[in-house]
Structures are given as structure tokens and as C-alpha cells.
């Protein structure tokens, strides 16, 4: 990092702002508060007063030229990238930014099929064709691990046209594929390599952990600050790598981000790229000490298994992140979707997600050793009550998608509704997704098979919540007309 | 000059008791700890601006949290303490002869070294043999005990800063793991009196009874807790705290105290009708 990372060029303006005590005839309408009071008792007075526009003291995220653009420029300096944009929509925008920035109609883009469901949503808009790799499975655990090496050498061989390959860096669950060489081979081959971060900010700012997209060469990223990184919820940041064009990319995000970018966002990106760039180090440092310190104690117990490195294989396992406390639970007979029920409605404790036989706890900056305490505690407390035999506990498995129709098309072909039971052999033009981990089971234009009715089922039974569909209760589904 | 200790007990109601001097001052891992020296109340001990026992009325809380589960199990061999940093509970239990092993299990070593340099008349037992103390986390250390204790005292500070863990249904859920299959815990069981304190002890209260078979509650009257009446736990797996309560054989052991009486044992139980109302509102239908 060369520049002064000790500058908020964006939280400063703010403060400068509010001494200048502007009269506001513009927008937003509340005017600091005073018009919505229940608001102000909410959020409180400070917090109102930075609901502002976009106004020349203050810049513009749509066409920055000033404290914006000052901000970028750090973050950029900050994580290693060529730039930096400020995103508001969630890390879903800046996954669509990306993918919207490399392919077009008809092209192709290789990327693996447990992506975040932002990037199939990405692929409807843009009618871009998918090109999936199969992650690999951990048969014991029922869970998609990263891409080999091997299987994307082979998509490449098989689709020499494709423009983009996308890696997932890591996995929800903290699984990381070989980037370096899987970058190394997309520019081989003429491709842009791309990299969802949602889960990886920290990457960027602890030492001993898994490569960042930057480092390794990647072209772009999606890194969700509001994560691991500590700002608010719904802010991200776009990198962009020295490849890619800033004009073009910004031309991309606007297309479909806000024009109204709002200023608590964009100062909590500041304020944490601040505090990251000076204290991450340490700050990482001690959440991977609380973490490796859970799975020990958790492990101690007896009938979970919280896993880390030692899954490595050099391959589809070719890093794991841990930060992220991810516990497999079907040896004592629960689904972790049930302990996540009972963490909750039981004991007052809120996790990540849980699935079929796993529960992710996610720990972060904020974290302390008291609250882990408690959380070991209850595991404790809930194999004792709850252990049961594990026979006919079904775990997640991987199912191979069998595409029939492009995305685009799928979703705006002519379709039917139909009951759920009867669409057995029918292409499907809607997603179905537990939520989260928000990792799509089927995606518009795949063809629905009697084992991915039955896991849809059977998750929905265990207490899933699954979304997606037209029908909430997903007792329907929308298949394509004739096909 | 005036010198005032000032307690808020809500945000509208204070305690204020005038200080001579104050003793110490000093910040641990885990809490501000302070002693002040009063003319009312002698020394008193504070941790993070709440007041936690006076030399005048500490005897009240700790005879009633000692004595009452004492006075009903028969034969008591090993205790576990939750907290009780100040030692005015261990000094109580090693009145007892026959107790075998007292281990307590305190977050804070500073607040143990505060309390037996000022605070000797709580802390004098503290050096006792059968006495183990243990520095760390409550719901760590009673994560690995099973079947061990005949009877677990939690003396916890509040349900919020580093007592909290101990107000959880995951610590009752191991504590009656911990305990023998006759054990019985008692707890500091907040107070019923003004409006978030009365929801903390209700809370406390449906996260022990959803892990015993049987629990009630027992009061008394300390003055410088806030309303002056102050709730415990009695929780059992086997002995009733009325019906077990064998008055003539605690009475053989001939143990003077200031506050118990096993005639007061009894009325302890008998609470106040709205009292009855909050617990009953947390209770499952019976």
C-alpha cells in the first residue's frame, strides 16, 4: 500500500459537510429528520443527518471526480487492484457488473455450478450461455468443493470461444480452487478469469490465508465488504485488474446501479477500508485464533465435525479459509439445518445457514470469546437432548445440472405451470434455491429429474427455506412449453 | 466535603451511599473493579459502576444462597461455585464439615486478589483446603463435568457484560448434566421488582425450567440490591426444597447464623402474588 491509508476521503467530506449546516432544498425529502421523527427515534439524529444526496461538496458515484474517486483510488491501494468501485446494491450488483463487463448474447462463460445465484441472474440479462464445470464433492461432507485443475483445462479445451471463466473465491463453506493456475490458464487461453469474493474480503488483509483474486492475476472481483470486511449491509466493492477498461466497467454499473448511491454506504466502505487497511492484520489475525480455538473445543464434543485444513488435497481443495466455522453435524442424525432451528428458537443464538448435514457459524472482527463460549456450549447441550441415529439422513449432493435451453431463453420463453410432482423430465424456466446458502438446485432452462425433485423434497421437509419460484410454497413449477 | 457512591438501579431511580475513601480502583481483562470504604454500609465492592456486596448486608444474600440447599440435601460431599470472586459463599460452605471438595470456577483472578487484600471478611476461607479455584469461563469449565456435583451454586453478577453466558439455557442445560442424579443448583436469580430486572429474572427463569424437572424460587431482602428483594433459584432433580427440608438435623449442626432459620426456610418460599404471576407467565401449562 503506497498511499495514505489513514484517510477517509469520503467520511471527511461528511463531517466537513455538517459544519457547513447547507439548507436543504433538495432530496432526500425527510431534510436531516425533521420530516419523519419516528425515523430519527429509530436510526437516531447523526444517522439521518448523513442521508444525503449527491451534491458538488460531496461528489457523485454515478461520474466521481472528487471524494468519491478519492476513495476508490484507496481502495484500490488498499486491496492490490488497478481500481476500485464503490458499489450500493450488495455484492449481487457487483457479481452482475462483472459478468455483464466480459460476455454478451451468445457467448460463453465457464464458471462451476454452485455460483451464487447474482451470477445465473446475471446470465438471464445478459444471454450469455453457461458453461459448467462440476465441483468436485466431499462425499462424506455433501458438500460442492472448488473446480479441479484438470475439469476447467478440459471446459477451456472443449469451449476454446468462451471469453470468461469464473471461480468462486472461497466457497460459503471457505474452499478455495488453485486460482493462480486457474488464472494462468483463462489468460493462456484469451480469457478473462473473474473471482466472487463474497466470502473473502479478509483475503485481502490477513496473512496466512487463502490468495485474493488481485494477487493471483484474477482480471475482476466481487468483494462483499459488508461481510468480513465490517461496513453495512448492501455495500461492496468492484476490482478491476489492469486488463479491464474503468470507463467500460463504470458504463456497465450503471446501467442498472442507483443514481441516489447512498451516502451511508459508501462512508461505511470508507470507514472499513480505513480500518482494514491500518489494523486487518492484527484484527484477522485473532478471528482465525476464535475460530481454530471453536473447532478445537467443538471437535472435543464428539459427534460434530468442524473441518479445516485437513481436507486440503492440492486440487479441488487447494486452500481452505479458516475464518469461516463450518461444522458437519449428520454423524449424531441432524440435518444442519435443524441445529441451526434449535441454535435459534432454543438458545438465542443466530448462525449463517445451515444445509442438509452442515451449519456454517460465521465469526468476524466482531467477535469474542464469550460469545463462543456460548455457542460451544449449546452444540454441547444439543447433542446431548437431540443425538439420534444417523440412518436415512440424506447429505447434499452434488446433482449435475443437464442444461437444455440457455438461461435467457428459458426465463423468457412461453411457459406452463405445473404441480411439482408432474414436471419430472420437463426444462425448467425458473430458479429453485435453498436459502441461504442461496446456491440454485435448478436454474431457468435445465431439465428437472426425478433426484432433484426428491432433494427438493426432502429439504423442504427438513425445514429449508426455498426460494426462487412464482409459487412461494413451491408446491408448482414453471416449465417451458413443449419441451 | 461530599462523597457519594451513586448506583442507577433504572434510569430513573438511584442508591446513593456516602463514601469516606475509596480503597482501590483498577481495571482487569474483564471488568472496572472498585472498593469504596463507607460510614452505613463499611466496605463495599463494585464492578463496572454496579454495586456487588456491603460488609453490612452481604450476609443476608450469602447465608440464603448457602444454607437453604444445604438444609434439604443430605449428605452434600462436592460443590462447584459459579463465580462468588468475593469468597462470601465459600466462607459459608466451609462452615460444613463434611463437604469434601469445593471447586469454584471464577472469570476474573483480579477480582479474587482485590477482594482477600479488602474485602478479608468475605474472602477469609478462600485459602481453605478443600478449596480449588479455577480461572476461567463458568459455561467452559461445566462443559466437561457430568455427573459430578451433589449440589452447583451460580453466583453470578448481571445477565449482561461478562455474566451473561451464565443466564443461558446452554449453562443450565450442562449444569444439570454436571450435577449428581439427586444434585440440586441454586442461583442468583435477579429481581422481580422493576420492570427490566422483573424480565431478566423471567428469563433466567423459563431457560432453568426448560432444563429441570423442578424449580422454584426463594426471596429475601438485601437493602442495597435494587428494590431490596432479591429472588434465587432452587432447582433439583430429586429433593423437594420444602418437603426435604430436615429442620432438626441442619439444627443438630448448631451453625449460628444471622439471617437462615429453617423457620425462615420455609416462609422463603411463600412469594409475593405478583411474583407467582411473573413466573407463572413463563412456565409450560402443567
Known sequence: MEKNQHRAPIYEALERFQKMRVVPFDVPGHKRGRGNPELVELLGQKCVSMDVNSMKPLDNLCHPISVIREAEELAADAFGAAHAFLMVGGTTSAVQSMVLSVVKAGEKIILPRNVHRSVMGALVLCGAIPVYVNPDCDERLGIPLGMKLADVKEAIRQNPDAKAVLVNNPTYYGICSDLRAIVKIAHENGMYCLADEAHGTHFYFGENLPVSAMAAGADMAAVSMHKSGGSLTQSSFLLIGPAMSEGHVRQIINLTQTTSGSYLLLSSLDISRRNLAIRGKEAFAKVVELADYAREEINAIGGYYAFADELKNGDSIYDFDRTKLSVHTLDMGLAGIEVYDILRDEYDIQIEFGDLGNFLAYLSIGDRQREVERLVAALAEIRRRYERDSMGMMSQEYIAPDVAVSPHAAFYADKESLPIEQTEGRVCSEFVMCYPPGIPILTPGERITRQILDYIHYAKEKGCSMTGPEDPDITRLNVLKGA | ?286
Not at chain 2, 457519594?4 to 481495571?27: A, C
Not at chain 2, 487484600?117 to 462443559?143: H, M, N, W
Not at chain 2, 453478577?157 to 450442562?174: A, H
Not at chain 2, 448434566?177 to 443448583?185: H, Q, R, V, Y
Open chain 2, 1 to 286: 466535603m461530599e462523597f457519594w457512591f451513586s448506583e442507577m438501579h433504572t434510569p430513573n431511580v438511584k442508591l446513593s451511599i456516602r463514601v469516606d475513601r475509596q480503597l482501590y480502583s483498577g481495571q482487569s481483562d474483564f471488568q472496572r473493579i472498585d472498593i469504596f470504604e463507607s460510614p452505613e454500609f463499611g466496605r463495599f465492592l463494585v464492578l463496572d459502576g454496579y454495586m456487588m456486596l456491603t460488609e453490612k448486608d452481604e450476609f443476608i444474600y450469602h447465608e440464603m444462597i448457602v444454607h437453604v440447599p444445604m438444609a434439604v440435601h443430605p449428605h452434600v460431599k462436592r460443590v462447584l461455585v459459579i463465580g462468588a470472586g468475593d469468597g462470601g459463599v465459600i466462607r459459608e460452605l466451609c462452615r460444613y464439615d463434611d463437604i469434601e471438595q469445593i471447586d469454584m470456577v471464577e472469570i476474573d483472578p483480579q477480582v479474587v486478589e482485590v477482594c482477600k487484600e479488602y474485602l478479608p471478611q468475605t474472602a477469609c476461607s478462600l485459602d481453605d483446603p478443600r478449596v480449588k479455584i479455577y480461572y476461567e469461563d463458568g459455561l467452559k469449565f461445566i462443559r466437561w463435568c457430568k455427573d459430578c456435583y451433589d449440589l452447583i451454586i451460580v453466583d453470578s453478577t448481571d445477565p449482561f457484560g461478562p455474566g451473561e453466558g451464565l443466564f443461558t439455557r446452554e449453562f443450565y442445560g450442562n449444569c444439570f448434566k454436571a450435577l449428581k442424579e439427586d444434585g440440586i443448583m441454586v442461583n442468583q436469580h435477579e429481581s422481580p421488582f422493576y420492570k427490566e430486572d422483573a424480565l431478566a429474572m423471567q428469563k433466567a427463569h423459563k431457560r432453568i425450567v426448560e432444563s429441570f424437572p423442578f424449580s422454584r424460587v426463594f426471596q429475601a431482602h438485601i437493602p442495597t440490591y435494587p428494590s431490596g428483594h432479591w429472588l434465587f433459584g432452587f432447582s433439583t432433580k430429586k429433593y423437594h426444597p420444602l418437603r426435604d427440608l430436615d429442620e432438626k438435623r441442619w439444627n443438630a449442626r448448631g451453625l449460628k447464623c444471622r439471617y437462615y432459620t429453617t423457620t425462615l426456610h420455609k416462609g422463603a418460599f411463600y412469594v409475593p402474588a405478583y411474583v407467582e404471576e411473573l413466573l407463572k407467565d413463563v412456565e409450560p401449562e402443567r
